[in-house]
């Protein structure tokens, strides 16, 4: 490609790249800007759903409290169903957000309710099951006090106490609410129960209920603005259909199935008042969804969808789009034409500098002056090789041809240097890696140790630690170097929980293929020790080491001992911080050290460790005191009960020999329970 071309070239290719990041980034700004717009706008609707549906549903929690406090203190007579049956009646008068309140007698499963009509009559309901098959009898209750028959046709066989929502109620002690189901008026609802008991025991006389149409709800869904084309929705946890707006077909409806569809694992992952977000397609068109989990009483979640077609964010986008397209355009035609005149104004005189300069290459010099040219930096490089030539003319004369052409231009190199830190050393390895390494081939083990090596030293890297090498199937790194990481300690200690976590995920992967499912022991120490480039000059490394690099390897080889698989110095549990469960496991001695050093395992995050773990751990830790005070007869018994409570625990049944074999024969007065071959 000859250089104008390529200038040519290069210029719209820039341009192009340059106008394509210019709009690329309007684009993404756009969009990111409008989806926080559409993320604010489903925000403020499931807002205002969630507020409107536990305003309708509010009056229930005041109703039947003050229900049952009047039935308990002999205000209101339960067991008059004619007196009880007005009291309610004139109560729901009032109650204009409630469809029913009602009491339903334990006794005799009598049941006595008042129920709104649409045009706001109320209807006074009374039946008993043992009367006409449980139908009711229902009269009209008017302003005056008067009763007007009212008929119509109801099921018989009814008896409240076989209702879901009755035995709820009895089993509870607060109010409980029902899922959505029809009523007899045929018309969805849900109920609201709470059950009146004995003042001086726990018997139940019997449940008082509000029970609400969802009718209101669909018709504040309808007055909803949700853009322009845009619907809501409240569903149930099991994506049930609790309100919808008018004209929409329920359940059945496409749109809203399409909705449900997906959402992956359905409604019951939802967080309370956490919104999640998610676009579909449906019958080609892309909507954008927004869902969010409210509480609606004790023990009643429901989710608020809302459903909004994606242009209606994005036409404002696609717009600006094709303004930009047009323009980038016009701007390449442009810029062809003004990169084709320049191209041809600099490859000319650089053509020519080529050339002079490959003559130079084979020491062939033209004594004729390169032409003059009015770009500044065209003009500094042909002076430059002007330069070059009248040097390697005069250099020539001093050196061989040969070994001019050879010369290389030298490069700043690293220098040898370290720094004593305060770092937090890991140090791990493969158990039995010895006894799998002789069944395998070499290329299958060099293979499947790659995939243990990188999962090991991703969790290491994610936490912020340096790998400093791989010792066959061993790993030995170390935090905060080269850069600072304050938390160390606590990272490290992340990171050793984290690995051994991947490594359970993955050995189920390994089994299943018929790998080798590679277990990890790992050391953990904090202390000082020197890290930098160390080697020689002609050849060195980053790398760390001292004396808490020997203690951390060691740790490391206790692990078989003890039966653990992270075992971890003092200092690394004094630094860590409390976010973590140990158990202190013994004090062993060390090489070059008088004292001995506690060691604790690492048993897992805080929270996160079985309960029957952290039992079995007190009862090792109260043994092992009782061990170091020298009461090795009820030591003996604790490590015995720990060794029981929880299986395979070899640290346990460890010290359960010792403080037996010490029982028998005592040790010296001045022992202090360091033991002295833990690292043999």
């Known amino acids: 490609?000859?250089?104008?071309?390529?200038?040519?070239?290069?210029?719209?290719?820039?341009?192009?790249?340059?106008?394509?990041?210019?709009?690329?980034?309007?684009?993404?700004?756009?969009?990111?800007?409008?989806?926080?717009?559409?993320?604010?706008?489903?925000?403020?609707?499931?807002?205002?759903?969630?507020?409107?549906?536990?305003?309708?549903?509010?009056?229930?929690?005041?109703?039947?409290?003050?229900?049952?406090?009047?039935?308990?203190?002999?205000?209101?007579?339960?067991?008059?169903?004619?007196?009880?049956?007005?009291?309610?009646?004139?109560?729901?008068?009032?109650?204009?957000?409630?469809?029913?309140?009602?009491?339903?007698?334990?006794?005799?499963?009598?049941?006595?309710g008042a129920w709104r009509r649409p045009d706001g009559t109320i209807i006074l309901n009374r039946s008993s099951p043992d009367v006409d098959d449980g139908r009711p009898t229902e009269v009209i209750v008017e302003l005056d006090g008067r009763h007007t028959p009212f008929e119509r046709v109801v099921r018989g066989g009814y008896d409240p106490r076989r209702q879901a929502w009755y035995t709820a109620a009895v089993a509870d002690s607060g109010i409980v609410w029902s899922d959505p189901f029809e009523f007899n008026e045929g018309v969805p609802g849900i109920t609201a129960a709470l059950a009146l008991r004995e003042p001086t025991g726990s018997a139940v006389r019997g449940v008082f209920t509000a029970d609400f149409f969802l009718e209101d709800l669909a018709r504040f869904l309808s007055s909803l603005s949700v853009g322009q084309r845009g619907d809501a929705f409240v569903l149930s946890r099991r994506g049930e259909v609790v309100a919808a707006p008018s004209g929409?077909?329920?359940?059945?409806?496409?749109?809203?199935?399409?909705?449900?569809?997906?959402?992956?694992?359905?409604?019951?992952?939802?967080?309370?008042?956490?919104?999640?977000l998610l676009t579909f397609e449906t019958g080609g068109i892309r909507y954008a969804a927004g869902f969010e989990a409210f509480a609606v009483g004790r023990g009643l979640e429901w989710v608020s969808a809302i459903v909004v077609p994606e242009d209606t964010f994005l036409d404002v986008i696609y717009d600006n789009a094709r303004f930009a397209v047009v323009i980038g355009l016009f701007s390449l035609v442009l810029a062809v034409a003004l990169g084709s005149m320049l191209s041809y104004r600099i490859a000319a005189p650089l053509r020519e500098i080529a050339d002079d300069l490959e003559q130079a290459g084979l020491f062939?010099?033209?004594?004729?002056?390169?032409?003059?040219?009015?770009?500044?930096?065209?003009?500094?490089?042909?002076?430059?090789?002007?330069?070059?030539?009248?040097?390697?003319?005069?250099?020539?004369?001093?050196?061989?041809?040969?070994?001019?052409?050879?010369?290389?231009?030298?490069?700043?190199?690293?220098?040898?240097?370290?720094?004593?830190?305060?770092?937090?050393?890991h140090f791990s390895d493969v158990q039995d890696f010895v006894r799998i390494s002789e069944r395998m081939e070499p290329p299958a083990l060099v293979r499947d140790l790659a995939e243990y090596l990188e999962a090991m030293a991703h969790t290491l890297r994610e936490q912020h630690g340096t790998v400093d090498k791989f010792l066959g199937d061993g790993i030995l790194a170390f935090f905060n170097a080269p850069h600072d990481v304050p938390d160390h300690s606590a990272r490290a200690?992340?990171?050793?929980?984290?690995?051994?976590?991947?490594?359970?995920?993955?050995?189920?992967?390994?089994?299943?293929?018929?790998?080798?499912?590679?277990?990890?022991?790992?050391?953990?120490?904090?202390?000082?020790?020197?890290?930098?480039?160390?080697?020689?000059?002609?050849?060195?490394?980053?790398?760390?080491?001292?004396?808490?690099v020997n203690l951390a390897s060691r740790l490391e080889g206790l692990n078989k001992l003890y039966g653990t698989w992270i075992l971890a110095s003092q200092a690394v549990r004094d630094e860590a911080g409390p976010g973590f469960e140990w158990r202190l496991l013994d004090c062993v001695s060390v090489a070059g050290r008088t004292d001995g050093t506690p060691i604790s395992e690492l048993l897992g995050e805080r929270g996160q460790v079985a309960p029957d773990v952290l039992r079995a751990r007190d009862r090792y830790e109260e043994a092992l005191e009782d061990y170091f005070a020298r009461r090795?007869?009820?030591?003996?018994?604790?490590?015995?009960?720990?060794?029981?409570?929880?299986?395979?625990?070899?640290?346990?049944?460890l010290m359960a020999r010792r403080s037996e074999a010490l029982a028998r024969r005592p040790p010296p007065d001045d022992w202090t329970g360091v033991h002295p071959r833990s690292f043999k």
Request: charge should be positive.
């Open 364 to 425: 062939k010099f033209s004594s004729r002056p390169l032409s003059p040219s009015r770009v500044q930096e065209i003009a500094t490089v042909a002076a430059s090789a002007e330069t070059m030539k009248a040097s390697l003319r005069s250099f020539g004369h001093y050196v061989p041809t040969e070994i001019v052409r050879d010369l290389l231009a030298s490069r700043q190199e690293a220098r040898l240097g370290g720094e004593t830190r305060h770092l937090t050393i």
């Open 632 to 653: 090795f007869t009820i030591a003996l018994a604790g490590f015995r009960a720990a060794a029981a409570a929880l299986p395979r625990n070899r640290a346990a049944e």
């Open 1 to 112: 490609m000859s250089l104008r071309v390529l200038l040519l070239t290069l210029l719209v290719g820039l341009l192009l790249l340059t106008v394509s990041s210019i709009a690329g980034v309007a684009y993404v700004n756009q969009r990111q800007s409008v989806q926080e717009l559409a993320e604010r706008h489903f925000a403020v609707v499931s807002t205002a759903t969630a507020r409107e549906v536990r305003a309708v549903l509010a009056p229930a929690s005041t109703v039947l409290q003050e229900l049952r406090t009047g039935a308990r203190r002999g205000l209101l007579a339960t067991e008059d169903p004619a007196i009880l049956g007005e009291h309610l009646a004139e109560r729901l008068r009032y109650e204009r957000g409630i469809a029913w309140l009602s009491y339903s007698d334990q006794a005799t499963g009598r049941f006595v």
């Open 248 to 276: 929409s077909g329920g359940l059945r409806d496409p749109l809203l199935q399409s909705v449900l569809a997906a959402v992956p694992n359905g409604l019951d992952v939802l967080d309370l008042g956490r919104p999640r």
């Open 493 to 548: 200690c992340l990171a050793a929980v984290r690995a051994q976590e991947r490594l359970r995920t993955l050995r189920k992967a390994w089994r299943a293929q018929g790998k080798p499912a590679f277990r990890a022991r790992i050391g953990l120490h904090t202390g000082d020790a020197l890290v930098g480039n160390i080697g020689t000059p002609e050849r060195f490394e980053y790398t760390v080491i001292g004396d808490a």
